[in-house]
Nanobody, 123 residues
Framework: QAQLVESGGGLVQAGGSLRLSCTIS????????MGWFRQAPGKEREFVAA????????RYADSVKGRFTISRDNAKNTMYLQMNSLKPEDTAVYYC????????????????WGQGTQVTVST
């Protein structure tokens, strides 16, 4: 079974940047829509960004538009989330997901998820 593995999380000061990565082993990465969600303590998991199989379609949550950029490198089986101008409210565990359906990824109903990577933004 293909596994999604997130990396790149950490502690950063407000205004700083981080780049998250999500890789898939054992499957054809380019066949899937990919996305990022996040879950802050005490809150429900929320959509962050999604990208189509060839990268020509993206979608972002309003809260991250203009600050975060989703991208993918199908040759490396890797998806990225470049996060700039980070705010304390971006603190959360970030998860990647995959599905054949763009709306399933955006809606959070994708079947496959990673284990998450912690992002902490300090004031």
């Amino acid at each position: 079974q293909a596994q999604l593995v997130e990396s790149g999380g950490g502690l950063v000061q407000a205004g700083g940047s981080l780049r998250l990565s999500c890789t898939i082993s054992g499957r054809t990465f380019g066949a899937y829509v990919m996305g990022w969600f996040r879950q802050a303590p005490g809150k429900e998991r929320e959509f962050v960004a999604a990208i189509s199989q060839n990268g020509d379609r993206t979608r972002y949550a309003d809260s991250v538009k203009g600050r975060f950029t989703i991208s993918r490198d199908n040759a490396k089986n890797t998806m990225y989330l470049q996060m700039n101008s980070l705010k304390p409210e971006d603190t959360a565990v970030y998860y990647c997901n995959r599905d054949g359906s763009f709306e399933a990824v955006v809606g959070g109903t994708a079947f496959f998820w990673g284990q998450g990577t912690q992002v902490t933004v300090s004031t």
